[in-house]
């Protein structure tokens, strides 16, 4: 539904229009990665949009399911949306990043004391659920007969009052499946939050949304790395060293005491404990992790 937005087809070249959830699950994360850009939104309650201070950004407060439609309509240039939302919508836009956050995935649930051994216990079900897009090509997919109910909200009743014998949702921690005496059988879709893209931006939109997308990027691999501090034995430096790959090599300051070093270096969350237990048993000591905030390479 168009909520009195009105689209401006020649556009406004010097500002991104930018639509985000304007309130559920997506509200706070979409919001709170723009800080994490620099970007200063005011969000007041039941306002429909909103200025950045100090980028050159204009904020839609949206329902979700209609963000995908708003930005092939050039009413929004781009926006923030979850994964499985731009698939089932399958709008004329592009996705563009990976958010990192909003993260679900899209499964079928069967009744627990089912047995179910693969997806043709699906064949001539019935199959409740909000996403009718994505299970019909799941099962086009599988080559399996089943009944696509469509229904809006508290789709995991649905086996419990007899309307379907399976059903497909969104899942996250798994506890609403459990509650209502569900298991999951098949993921058909893992999904985040994604930044999505009108595909005829001007040249001045798309300059903006590189600047945009270069900090998005610089948040997330600050995320997904930590810097990390340590004395080390002038003995065992090099084998030190070589464990920390840095962002081009470890900085090595010396210490007041003779034989040590100061190590510094940025290590990922990934391999994160592996590097810090093999720090250790190589004579590292005073390990210090520190969280980064932006990291610009
Ligand atoms: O009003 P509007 O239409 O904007 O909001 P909405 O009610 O449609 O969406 P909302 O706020 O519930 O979800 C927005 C987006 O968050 C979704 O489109 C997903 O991309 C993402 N997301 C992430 C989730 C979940 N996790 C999630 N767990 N959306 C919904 N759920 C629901 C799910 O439907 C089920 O009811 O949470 C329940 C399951 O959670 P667990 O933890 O019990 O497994
Ligand atoms: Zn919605």
């Not at 937005?5 to 994360?29: C, F, M, N, V, Y």
């Not at 298991?183 to 595909?199: D, P, W």
């Not at 270069?214 to 930590?226: E, P």
């Not at 034989?259 to 590097?275: A, Q, R, Y």
């Amino acid at each position: 539904m168009n909520q009195g937005i009105q689209s401006t087809p020649s556009g406004d070249e010097g500002k991104l229009k930018l639509a985000i959830q304007k309130s559920g699950r997506l509200h706070d994360d979409s919001l709170k990665l723009l800080k994490e850009c620099g970007i200063d939104i005011s969000n007041g309650v039941n306002k429909l949009k909103s200025e950045a201070s100090n980028f050159p950004l204009e904020v839609f407060f949206l329902r979700d399911d209609d963000i995908p439609q708003y930005v092939e309509d050039a009413v929004a240039d781009i926006g923030f949306v979850g994964e499985n939302v731009v698939y089932e919508k399958n709008k004329k836009i592009d996705v563009v990043e990976k958010l990192g956050f909003g993260k679900c995935r899209l499964s079928i649930a069967v009744t627990r004391g089912d047995v179910y051994d693969d997806v043709n216990f699906l064949e001539g079900k019935r199959i409740a659920t909000s996403y009718p897009v994505l299970v019909q090509n799941f099962l086009n997919e599988k080559g399996i007969n089943a009944e696509i109910h469509e229904i809006s909200g508290s789709v995991e009743i649905a086996p419990g009052i007899g309307l379907a014998e399976a059903i497909c949702d969104l899942v996250s921690s798994g506890s609403t499946l459990f509650m209502n005496g569900l298991k999951e059988v098949e993921t058909i879709l893992q999904s985040q939050a994604v930044l999505i893209r009108n595909r005829q931006l001007a040249p001045g939109q798309q300059a903006i949304l590189d600047k945009l997308l270069f900090r998005i990027q610089s948040v997330k691999k600050a995320k997904n790395n930590k810097y990390v501090l340590l004395n080390a034995p002038n003995d065992n430096l090099q084998q030190i060293i070589s464990l920390l790959p840095g962002m081009k090599s470890p900085t090595v300051l010396p210490l007041a005491e003779e034989g040590w070093s100061s190590v510094h270096s940025v290590i990922s969350e990934s391999t994160f404990w592996d590097i810090i237990e093999k720090l250790k048993a190589a004579g590292a000591q005073g390990i210090l992790v520190v969280p980064i905030e932006k990291m610009i390479i």
